[in-house]
């Protein structure tokens, strides 16, 4: 149930890179930020309440407040502001590097265990984001200040995950959690838009496409990824979830072909298929086959 859960959850992550980039043009980033979070919050308080989790969160202390400030928070204005420079395929791909970095980080901060196979498929998985990456930047709209952008995004991802693992160990909750969180990240929205973008009226340049948009980041791109990644990191090591979460590269690229039109080459799709097997690795190293082989 918890890898179902994360699979699902990388196919919501992976919409959101598409649905970003195609509003990216008619709302401010603070405005993206703020109105997604604000309409996810609003839907998980409502379900929290209603399966009588929103209470006594006195328990839950204020690690989700700092986990919501930094993710999706700070982690989704870095990544908006990315993609308005860069393509929803560099995104996605940049998105899927994790798996390089959280094994390592698990085992230093954590102490959890490091499997060779995990590593492994990390590797593998990461050679395959660095081919589509490159072949995204000659032909689809990638850009370097917009990957860098995307980069610092991940690299806050990765400090939260840490954060956000030691809550789902302590206090489980994950309605809870991220009830708080996605109401964090919404403040930052809000604070960004009130600092820096400062716009004369809010929300005002959105046509039905753009609210419809707004909505199903909300309530499909931030409620329900969220939410399904919490509860997997009850049941997953940092470095599995990671690795599983690498599958937003393959799901976004093909979206983006498909609903955006942006160029997917042959090169591309040899990546993908890297990316697919670096994360099939542990799966496969740990079935029967798999450990006779071994």
């Known amino acids: 149930?918890?890898?179902?859960?994360l699979i699902l959850a990388s196919a919501f992550w992976a919409s959101t890179m598409i649905a970003n980039k195609s509003i990216v043009d008619a709302l401010l980033l603070s405005e993206i930020v703020s109105?997604?979070?604000?309409?996810?919050?609003?839907?998980?308080?409502?379900?929290?309440?209603?399966?009588?989790q929103g209470r006594n969160l006195k328990a839950i202390g204020w690690g989700p407040v700092l986990l919501g400030i930094l993710d999706p928070g700070i982690a989704a204005?870095?990544?908006?502001?990315g993609l308005s420079l860069s393509s929803a395929v560099s995104g996605t791909v940049?998105?899927?590097?994790?798996?390089?970095?959280?094994?390592?980080?698990?085992?230093?901060?954590?102490?959890?265990?490091?499997?060779?196979?995990?590593?492994?498929?990390?590797?593998?998985?990461l050679i395959g984001a660095v081919l589509l990456v490159y072949g995204q930047e000659d032909h689809g709209g990638g850009t370097p200040l917009g990957d860098m952008l995307l980069t610092i995004g991940v690299l806050v991802i990765c400090g939260a995950q840490l954060i956000a693992r030691r809550i789902a160990q302590?206090?489980?909750?994950?309605?809870?959690?991220?009830?708080?969180?996605?109401?964090?990240?919404?403040?930052?929205?809000?604070i960004v838009m009130v600092a820096v973008d400062r716009p004369a009226n809010p929300f005002s340049n959105m046509d039905t496409n753009v609210v419809l948009t707004l909505l199903y980041l909300g309530v499909i791109g931030s409620?329900?990824?969220?939410?399904?990644?919490?509860?997997?990191?009850?049941?997953?090591?940092?470095?599995?979830?990671?690795?599983?979460?690498?599958?937003?590269?393959?799901?976004?690229?093909?979206?983006?072909?498909?609903?955006?039109?942006?160029?997917v080459s042959l090169l591309d799709w040899i990546a993908i298929g890297i990316v697919v097997f670096g994360v099939l690795l542990p799966t496969i190293a740990s079935s029967p086959i798999g450990r006779r082989r071994i």
Not at 39 to 52: E, F, N, Q, V
Not at 170 to 190: E, F, I, P
């Open 1 to 5: 149930m918890p890898v179902s859960a």
């Open 35 to 52: 109105g997604r979070f604000a309409i996810g919050a609003l839907t998980m308080w409502s379900i929290a309440l209603l399966a009588g």
């Open 77 to 81: 204005v870095f990544m908006v502001w």
């Open 94 to 125: 940049l998105l899927s590097t994790q798996p390089i970095l959280m094994p390592l980080l698990g085992w230093l901060v954590l102490r959890e265990s490091l499997s060779a196979s995990v590593v492994a498929g990390a590797v593998v998985a």
């Open 170 to 190: 302590v206090h489980g909750r994950a309605m809870a959690v991220t009830s708080v969180q996605l109401t964090m990240a919404a403040v930052v929205g809000l």
């Open 223 to 263: 409620t329900g990824p969220f939410f399904l990644y919490n509860y997997a990191l009850r049941y997953l090591t940092v470095g599995m979830v990671s690795l599983l979460l690498t599958l937003i590269a393959p799901l976004g690229a093909l979206m983006s072909w498909l609903y955006l039109g942006t160029e």
